[in-house]
Every structure is written in C-alpha cells, then in structure tokens.
C-alpha cells in the first residue's frame, strides 16, 4: 500500500468515530481506541518512508488523531468530574481539620495533592527569585519522596526567564509540561531524579504575589498530565492559600500572647518586693511627734536596703528617681531640660551599669535600694 492508500484508511478510520467540527459529538467510544491505535501504527510507517510528498495529509491526520485521543482521554474514568469534583471535597475537608500550623500544613499539602488522584506531589516556597522544595509525597514511596526533596533544597533553582515556572509566577496562573525528560526550561535535577514525564504546575498567590509553587504528576498511570489537572491542582492551591493564612494569623496571635505572658511575668518579679505599701501622709510611726508641714507623698514600705553602684553619674541617678515615678522620656527630657535622645542615653547606661535587662528591673533596684 502507498503512502496515499494509507494516509486516506487513517483519516476514514478517524472520521468514523470523530467529527471534524465538532470531537464530542460523535466519539464512538466502544470502537475509538482501536482505530487511535491503528492510526498511530498507520502514520509511524508512512512517516518511516522518505521521498513522499503528504505533508499536508498526514498533518490533518495528526491533528485528527490528537484531537481524538484527547477526547477519548478525557472520555474515560480517570476523568469523571464528578470524582474530581468529589475527590476535591473530601481533600478539602481534611485541610480544614489541619492543625493550625504552617509547618504541619506545609507537609500535609503534597499528600492530599495526591488524594486528588496524583501520584506524587511538591510543595516549595518561592522568595528572592528562587524556588525551594519545601515537602514532597510519592506515593508509597517515602525514600524517593526524601530523594527528591533533598535535591529540591541542597540545588534551589533560580527563576531564570526561560524557567516554566517563571511563566507560572509571572502570569500567576497555572501551566501543564510535557516531555521532561528532553526540556532544558524544567528543574534538571529534579526532573532527573523524579525521572517525570509531564507535570502541572499551579502557584501559591499571597496578595498578588506568589509566594509558592505545587507541582504534581501521575507517574505511576502511564499517562500525560493535562490542563484538566492543571485546574484542579490551582482549584487546590486556593484552599491551601485560605488555610496558610488562617495558621500564620493563629500563630502572629499565640506569640503576642506568649509575649505578654513572658512581660507580665517580668514585671510581677520585679516588683515582687515593693508591693507593700502604706497609706500615711507623713511618713511618721504612730505616736511620734510631727515636726514641719505634713509630707505630700504616700510612702513606699521597702525590703532592706541595697545601695545602687557608685558608677552611677547624679545626672543618671536623676533620671532613675523620675523613671521610678512613672515619668516617660519624653516628661524626663521636659523635667531636665534636655533632648528625648540624651534621656534614652542615660537610660542605657543605667541599665547597662544596674545590669538589669528593662527599665522594671531598674525600678525594682531604686526600690532596694531605699531611694527617697
């Protein structure tokens, strides 16, 4: 048979389960696969032969057969929307029921990528124009997963331009690579470590900025990824973004809290001896003469005394007595008659010369120490 008589059997097989207009409406799935796979024998040896001039021909069979198996792929089960749809919403849930922790979200995300029904997935962080593995799953597999994340953090690969997953951070939107193996515009070492066919990419967008990347494939299936998976690896990323966010506002508020647990804390031991205290005016026992006008301060009951270090200048000293009163910088500098920065000087050196770690502690001392 010439090349003609092979090229027109390949485009009436095609025709025969596969409008030219329009793919979807007459795919006859039950004999579909047959004929794609006599179609690639039919083509392989026409464009096996040299000196034939079907350029043409075999283009619209290309197109005729791609078209096919596209619609055949996504025709079959792996491509059920509504177990995508389903598969999706039980991930969902359990990135709901997640800790509040980024770390614990951030090795979680690559195993429910693989719920999705991937067969391996990557989490990384993008900063300062580099991509970083953060966490990887492969299913079944947690040496090969450890392999590849190792590889992912000890070679961070820069965002160069001609990168696939420049364009992703670039357009913020997801992207479907194909034949990784011959690319030179993937992660090599990853790529040759994960030995990946085709992959999908999504970002992880924080405030118009991504700040992540998900990458997954389907390996072990023996087939492309496609834009099906592209959509619902970015329909993932979405809720991964929500949950990043509700842990890392979580943990702002737990380490404020423990803040003001760690303050409140410092100043009940510094002022744990000057709690004591007494409500006369004059500062005189019961009993004693009154000698002079009445004093116009309560008085203070303190522990025993211990004097303050004699390196102590009387301009500091100064400073101290109006720290101990309750005076802020800036009514210290209005009471001497100097500048806020000349105050926080002093401060300084009182605490440095007191070796007290904050101005509660430096009070306390000026309390021992039986300051008037």
């Given amino acids: 048979m010439g090349d003609q008589d092979a090229i027109r059997d390949v485009l009436a097989g095609l025709r025969s389960v596969l409008d030219a207009d329009d793919p979807s409406t007459a795919l006859q799935s039950s004999q579909a696969r047959a004929v794609v796979e006599q179609a690639w024998g039919a083509l392989a040896e026409v464009l096996g032969e040299h000196g034939h001039d079907s350029s043409a021909q075999i283009l619209a069979a290309l197109r005729r057969l791609r078209a096919l198996d596209q619609a ?55 900063a300062e124009g580099l991509w970083v593995s953060e966490s990887v799953f492969v299913m079944n597999d947690p040496d090969w997963a450890a392999a590849i994340n190792r590889i992912g953090q000890e070679q961070p690969q820069p965002l160069v331009p001609d990168l696939f997953e420049t364009v992703v951070v670039r357009r913020r939107e997801p992207i479907v690579v194909t034949d990784v193996q011959r690319e030179s515009r993937v992660h090599k070492g990853i790529a040759d470590a994960s030995m990946s066919r085709s992959y999908v990419a999504a970002p992880i967008v924080s405030r118009g900025r991504v700040v992540g990347l998900l990458h997954a494939d389907r390996y072990g299936q023996d087939r492309e990824t496609d834009t099906h998976d592209s959509e619902l690896l970015l329909a993932f990323s979405h809720a991964l973004r929500l949950a990043l966010s509700r842990a890392q506002v979580t943990e702002q508020l737990e380490a404020a809290r423990d803040t003001l647990a760690r303050v409140s804390a410092s100043l009940e031991d510094a002022t744990a001896g000057v709690l004591d205290i007494s409500l006369s005016l004059t500062g005189v026992r019961a009993g004693e003469p009154v000698d002079g006008p009445p004093r116009t301060r309560a008085v203070l009951a303190r522990p025993a005394t211990r004097p303050l270090p004699a390196e102590l200048t009387s301009r500091e000293l100064q400073v101290l007595d109006l720290m101990a009163e309750g005076r802020t910088n800036a009514a210290i500098a209005k009471e001497l008659v100097i500048s806020d920065g000349t105050v926080k000087q002093h401060v300084k050196h009182i605490l440095r010369k007191l070796h007290a770690r904050n101005r509660a502690e430096a009070i306390a001392m000026w309390f021992h120490a039986g300051r008037p």
């Fill in 72 to 126: 055949l792929l996504h025709a079959g089960p792996e491509y059920d929307s509504s177990d995508s749809s389903r598969r999706l919403g039980e991930a969902l849930v359990r990135l709901e029921a997640a800790p509040c922790s980024t770390r614990a979200l951030v090795e979680l995300a690559p195993r429910l990528i693989c719920d999705l029904g991937f067969d391996r997935a990557i989490i990384s962080h993008v």
